[in-house]
């Protein structure tokens, strides 16, 4: 089945910094890759996604990045706010799947 | 739209119990999926429900179950409950056939086995 590893487990930013986390997926018939954001207390919310035939898509302070051949995307985070303190979580599908299989999370705090 | 929605918010059970966990669906959703979450593991995947048929299932004991209705809404239950069973259960919503698309998360049923 499909193994999503996520990197780093925390991070600790600077306001006004940029943030990226990093995951690895290891099937090659993932083809959605979504990233949720939590913070404390509250549910999973979606806040950026890509699918395999994109290699990048942005929507305003965020960013995603795609490149199939190695397996891996990432999440970038640019002029961080307080507001985006939270845990992000990266996840990948196939179309077959019907689950999502997500990564462990990385803690993000924006330091005033 | 309501979104959806989870009950009880908070559970607190004995070992060896049984516990009964209930989702419903944003309205028009068929595809309802169970994770459960604890602290470093992240989100792990329990099972998948769509039109009442369990489309794939994580790798969880046979204590959990899961079933659907005919009108979307969704529950499951976990038998013989151990302390490692304590974590919040997240389900999710989607509103197309497969998981390739945006998941509506509940706020989650938090699960204490003492």
């Known amino acids: 089945g499909e193994n999503v590893e996520q990197h780093p487990s925390t991070l600790s930013v600077q306001e006004g910094d940029s943030a990226v986390i990093k995951c690895t997926y290891s099937d090659s018939a993932s083809n959605y890759f979504p990233w949720y954001k939590q913070e404390l207390g509250k549910r999973p919310q979606l806040i950026i996604d890509?699918?395999?035939?994109?290699g990048e898509k942005k929507d305003q302070r965020i960013a995603v990045t795609l490149n199939k051949t190695a397996k891996h995307f990432s999440l970038h985070i640019t002029e961080t706010q307080p507001e985006d303190s939270a845990v992000y979580f990266c996840?990948?599908?196939?179309?077959?799947?019907?689950?999502?299989?997500f990564g462990a999370g990385t803690t993000v705090t924006v330091r005033a | 739209k309501a979104g959806v929605t989870q009950t009880p918010r908070y559970l607190i059970k004995t070992r060896g119990q049984q516990v009964t966990l209930s989702c419903s669906p944003i309205?028009?959703?068929?595809?309802v999926s169970w994770y459960q979450q604890t602290p470093g593991q992240g989100l792990q995947f329990l099972f998948e429900y769509f039109s009442e048929t369990q489309r794939n299932k994580g790798n969880f004991p046979g204590r959990f179950s899961g079933r659907q209705f005919s009108n979307s809404r969704s529950e499951m239950n976990v038998s013989t409950l151990e302390l490692g069973d304590s974590a919040l259960y997240l389900c999710?919503?989607?509103?197309?056939?497969?998981?390739?698309?945006?998941?509506?998360f509940g706020q989650g049923t938090r699960l204490t086995v003492v």
């Open positions: 996840a990948a599908s196939s179309s077959n799947d019907y689950k999502l299989s």
């Open positions: 890509i699918r395999s035939n994109v």
């Open positions: 999710a919503s989607s509103p197309l056939a497969v998981m390739n698309t945006e998941a509506f």
């Open positions: 309205s028009g959703h068929r595809s």
